[in-house]
């Protein structure tokens, strides 16, 4: 089974569609998850339409210096 391009999955190629998958989902492993297709193919389409995630982890060192 080939794998698809992300410009071949509707949710991807569309700009929009794509925003709106980021809204709900926050990240591209859980965007790849629902939609069915490869992490690797969600960045890419993210990173073509400059799209970034809203969520970010704050590691030890950084927990530290924000007191979180």
């Not at 069915?36 to 210096?65: I, Y």
Request: aromatic residues 2%; glycine residues 4%.
């Amino acid at each position: 089974c080939k794998m698809k391009a992300w410009k071949d999955i509707k949710e991807l190629a569309d700009k929009t569609a794509l925003q709106n998958l980021i809204d709900e989902e926050g990240n591209s492993r859980r965007i790849a998850e629902r939609i069915g297709c490869s992490q690797e193919s969600v960045k890419n389409a993210m990173k073509h339409h400059s799209l970034r995630s809203k969520c970010f982890v704050v590691r030890g060192e950084m927990k530290k210096k924000l007191k979180l």
